[in-house]
């Protein structure tokens, strides 16, 4: 994950990256991928492609990128939903 946050010019910044190698914050946030499609073609669970902001240990805000037929958030549309643009909204 250090080397992911330094190759994208985070390295020491507020962004933390988390790895989730067991998907336990993945089934505690409830965002299992589940679509029968994608389980088919990765075959072990996924996370959905989300975006958090906790302040002080509170969600503030959470943004899914998902649509009934697109459950990886691969559209423009419902990707933006979890890029760092849209989630700046949310900060006060």
């Not at 299992?32 to 990765?42: D, E, F, I, K, N």
């Not at 939903?81 to 700046?88: G, H, I, L, T, V």
């Amino acid at each position: 994950m250090d080397a992911w946050a330094k190759d994208q010019g985070v390295d020491g910044s507020m962004v933390t990256f988390l790895a989730d190698t067991r998907c336990e914050l993945t089934k505690a946030l409830d965002m299992s991928l589940t679509h029968p499609g994608v389980m088919a073609v990765l075959g072990n669970l996924r996370c959905k492609r989300f975006a958090l902001l906790v302040v002080d240990g509170t969600v503030e805000a959470v943004e899914v990128s998902e649509g009934p037929d697109d459950p990886t958030g691969g559209g423009d549309e419902l990707l933006m939903k979890s890029c760092a643009e849209n989630m700046m909204k949310h900060v006060k």
